[in-house]
C-alpha cells in the first residue's frame, strides 16, 4: 500500500510569493495534519483536517491556509511568503481524529526553500 | 506548550541501553514516540494513552505517568539501527500535536 505521498519534494520561491504544497494520505485514512520543521527542531503543528473540516490550528500567521477535498487530500497555502517560512513541511494522515489517540504517519516531506 | 525532551543527545555503543525522558507542564491525553533519520520522514514508533499504561515492541518501550505528565523511552541492547533523533509528541484534549525539540541518538560499533 502507498504511504503519505507529498509533492513536489522542493520547492525555490522568492520573499512575497505564495506556495501550495499538496499532500495524499494513506487509503482509508480520514485526517490529514500539516507541520513545519525548522532544521534541529521538532515538527510544528500548523493544521489538522478531518472530512474536510479544520479540527485543529497551531500557533501561524493567517499567511498559512488549508484546505481537505473529499478524496481527503490536502492543500496547504502559504501566501507573501518570508525567509523565515524556508524549512521542510510535513504532512502526516491518520485513520480519525480523536485527541491525539490515533498514530500518524508521515510522508517524505517538501523541502521549501525562500530566496 | 511543547514537551520538554532530555537528554538533547546521547551517544552509545552497541549493546548499550538507553532512556529518553518527556515532560510536559500541561494535562496530557496521550504520549506519542517517532523516529526519524536524517533526511527522512519520522516513523511511529508507539502512542501511550492516558492511564499510566507501559508499551514495547522489540528492545524498545516506554512509560507514561500520567499524574506526572512524563513519558519515557527505553531503548536496550541498542543496534546500529537504532540511530536517529527521537521525538515525543503529546496531545491533550484538542487535537493539536506538540513536538518535544527532539534527542538525537548516536550508536556506535
Known amino acids: 500500500d502507498a504511504g503519505v505521498t507529498q509533492s513536489p519534494t522542493h520547492l525555490i520561491k522568492t520573499r512575497g510569493q505564495h506556495v501550495t504544497l499538496r499532500c495524499s494520505p494513506i487509503?482509508?485514512?480520514?485526517?490529514v495534519s500539516w507541520y513545519q520543521q525548522v532544521l534541529g527542531q521538532g515538527p510544528q503543528f500548523i493544521f489538522q483536517y478531518y472530512e474536510k473540516e479544520e479540527r485543529g490550528r497551531g500557533n501561524f500567521p493567517d499567511r498559512f491556509s488549508a484546505r481537505q477535498f473529499p478524496n481527503y487530500s490536502s492543500e496547504l497555502n502559504v501566501n507573501a511568503l518570508l525567509l523565515g517560512d524556508s524549512a521542510l513541511y510535513l504532512c502526516?494522515?491518520?485513520?480519525?481524529?480523536?485527541?491525539?489517540?490515533?498514530?500518524?504517519?508521515f510522508g517524505d516531506g517538501t523541502r521549501l526553500s525562500i530566496l | 506548550q511543547q514537551p520538554v525532551q532530555s537528554p538533547q543527545a546521547v551517544i552509545l555503543r552497541e549493546g548499550e541501553d538507553a532512556v529518553i525522558n518527556c515532560s510536559s507542564s500541561?494535562?496530557?491525553?496521550?504520549v506519542h514516540w517517532y523516529r526519524q533519520k536524517h533526511g527522512e520522514a519520522p516513523v511511529f514508533l508507539m502512542i501511550l494513552l492516558k492511564g499510566g499504561e507501559q508499551k514495547g515492541h522489540d528492545k524498545i518501550s516506554a512509560s507514561f505517568n500520567e499524574k506526572k505528565q512524563q513519558s519515557s523511552l527505553y531503548l536496550t541492547a541498542s543496534q546500529l539501527s537504532y540511530s536517529g533523533t527521537y521525538f515525543c509528541g503529546t496531545a491533550g484534549n484538542n487535537n493539536d500535536m506538540r513536538f518535544g525539540a527532539g534527542t538525537r541518538l548516536t550508536v556506535k560499533p
Open positions: 487509503s482509508g485514512h480520514k485526517s
Open positions: 502526516a494522515s491518520s485513520l480519525g481524529v480523536g485527541g491525539g489517540n490515533q498514530p500518524q504517519h
Open positions: 500541561k494535562a496530557l491525553y496521550s
